[in-house]
Nanobody, 126 residues
């Protein structure tokens, strides 16, 4: 049984930093592209970042590029998201997701991901 468990979400002030983690089990972690999505109330789930491909290339949404960093530790089966210079617009539930087959063309499409975590709440106060 595949499980993805996010942690690290909390209330933080604008301009602050936060690190999220996603612990994976039940899958061969190194075989999967791993991504972060977020969903704010009343909005669709939004792509944030992904670590994908043989070379473990990383891609980011324009809205977070330069502020967020996605990384992974295959030995620990864990995905990370370091978020700097947080803005109130970054407030959302953050989800990690795993995909066995993904490409730069499909990486931002939620339905392309096979497994999802339950999410962790990030709230950025102004």
């Amino acid at each position: 049984q595949v499980q993805l468990v996010e942690s690290g979400g909390r209330l933080v002030q604008a301009g602050g930093s936060l690190s999220l983690s996603c612990a994976a089990s039940g899958l061969i972690f190194s075989n999967y592209a791993m991504g972060w999505f977020r969903q704010a109330p009343g909005k669709e789930r939004e792509f944030v970042a992904v670590n994908v491909g043989v070379g473990r290339n990383t891609y980011y949404a324009d809205s977070v590029k330069g502020r967020f960093t996605i990384s992974r530790d295959n030995a620990k089966n864990t995905l990370y998201l370091r978020m700097n210079t947080l803005k109130p617009d970054d407030s959302a539930v953050y989800y990690c997701a795993a995909s066995l087959i993904i490409s730069p063309v499909t990486m931002n499409q939620p339905h392309r991901y096979d497994y999802w975590g339950q999410g962790t709440q990030v709230t950025v106060s102004s």
